[in-house]
């Protein structure tokens, strides 16, 4: 099959060529080898036994490869991030190496950050413009810019098939499955990751299926900000004899480190008027279908309505897993833009905005979620909030929901179904 563009390709594109080396980092069964294929001469797989006893033994051995070179699962071996950061000591170059790992290194793998040598790029599962779903209308390039430019197109997406695609997955090689193959290997992932990929991380787990608890609670509260002592709890119902916060602690850390975990971090404004904002994430996984499968919802189920939400957010699990899907075709776009993304909660809970999109000046675009076709005065009440305290600072203001067409409205917040997104 003929290579489907990702967005992060205009990154590298645009970086590789000015920097020498750059990491890729994301779950497994995103992407990354095959995109950062694309970008290369060279190619070291280090899941490969042979290759990795022969860089065990001479980590410097990587080096004899063609450049462009890809050290692939970079982290089986940590010592090669040290020897490519020598390299690039010595000769700067741009375009001699990219290495893609599904995990991060335990401290102290590598002797040095990287930091100044190896950039570092977060990639994530297929947005619905990378999966082709839609053909896209709205450009977040244009929004980040401020120039509020009209808005246009029809998305003959509707609700069915939003939902077919959160439990379809935006990981490319599971896309052709049929729903059973699909369900087994999502099911085979996430159990690999606890048997398996989590040790390889140096993590000890005594309890797999306390673990996997853990994550279908975390499931539960995606797109809310429950305390990790509550997702504690809801995995332990009815038990006397909990694992310690430590325990907890450690599963959080194991399951970032592989990626797994995407929280969006609460956005902390600079030089603005808001004051008692709550500092605590929103809980997402890396892909919503993750979170689906965990929670055992088909899209029969979830249009049923099924599944009970976890914390202090109103809405269905539906709701909650449309608003995931909306955030990962969020942040891939925003890292291309070099905008970061938060979210902001007040600390009482009477104003929220899903997400925070913030450029490198601080102008902020601020985008709600809705699963609903129309939009009323009700859904923009926050955004409006939002705008009468940041004033020109808000570069933007724009729902995204699941109706047929993108426009403005009168007050000029932009209303843009999901499937129109894209850079």
């Known amino acids: 099959m003929a290579y489907a563009r990702r967005i992060i390709d205009d990154e590298l594109d645009d970086l590789f060529g000015q920097l020498a080396a750059i990491a890729l980092d994301g779950p497994k069964a995103v992407g990354k080898t095959t995109t950062a294929e694309q970008h290369v001469a060279g190619l070291l797989k280090l899941d490969s036994k042979t290759n990795r006893e022969a860089v065990q033994a001479d980590p410097a051995v990587a080096l004899r490869r ?30 001699q190496f990219l290495l893609a790992g599904s995990a991060s290194p335990a ?51 509707g609700l069915a098939d939003y939902v077919e695609e959160i439990v379809r997955s935006g990981f490319p090689g599971m896309r052709h499955l049929t729903a059973r193959a ?45 305390s990790y002592s509550n997702l504690l709890d809801a995995a332990t119902p009815g038990q006397s004899d909990k694992p310690s916060r430590a325990t907890s602690v450690a599963y959080r850390e194991a399951l970032t480190q592989l990626w797994l975990l995407d929280p969006v971090p609460a956005w902390t404004p600079t030089g603005h008027p808001l004051s008692r904002l709550a500092q605590t994430p929103k809980h997402h996984l ?27 957010q109103e809405g269905t699990m539906l709701g909650r897993l449309f608003e995931s899907l909306a955030t990962l075709c ?64 808000l570069l933007d203001a724009v729902v995204v929901n699941t109706g047929p067409t993108a426009y403005r409205r009168s007050d000029g917040i932009g209303v843009v179904p999901l499937g129109l997104l894209a850079l």
């Open 66 to 95: 063609l450049r462009p070179l890809l050290i692939d699962e970079w982290q089986k071996v940590p010592e090669v991030w040290d020897v490519v950061r020598r390299a690039v000591d010595e000769d700067s170059s741009a375009g």
């Open 107 to 157: 401290e102290g793998a590598t002797a040095h950050s990287g930091a100044g040598r190896i950039g570092r790029l977060r990639m994530r599962p297929m947005t619905l413009s990378e999966r082709q779903v839609c053909s896209p209308t709205v450009s977040f390039s244009e929004l980040l810019a401020g120039r509020r430019p009209p808005l246009s197109g029809e998305c003959e997406l």
């Open 182 to 226: 699909l369900r087994f290997q999502l099911d085979s992932y996430l159990r690999n990751a606890v048997d398996r990929d989590v040790v390889e991380t140096g993590h000890v787990v005594r309890r797999p299926e306390s673990m996997l608890a853990w994550l279908r609670a975390y499931a539960a509260a995606t797109a809310s900000t429950t």
């Open 286 to 312: 890396a892909d919503p279908a993750l979170a689906a499968r965990l929670l055992g919802l088909s899209v029969d189920a979830l249009l049923d309505g099924d599944g009970q939400p976890l914390g202090p």
């Open 330 to 393: 969020v942040r891939v776009p925003a890292q291309a833009a070099d905008a970061t993304v938060g979210h902001l909660r007040t600390r009482n809970g009477d104003h929220e905005v899903d997400l925070v999109l913030v450029r490198d000046d601080g102008k902020v675009l601020a985008v709600e979620v809705k699963l609903a076709t129309t939009v009323s005065d009700g859904d923009v009440k926050h955004l409006r909030w939002l705008a009468d305290r940041l004033g020109d600072d």
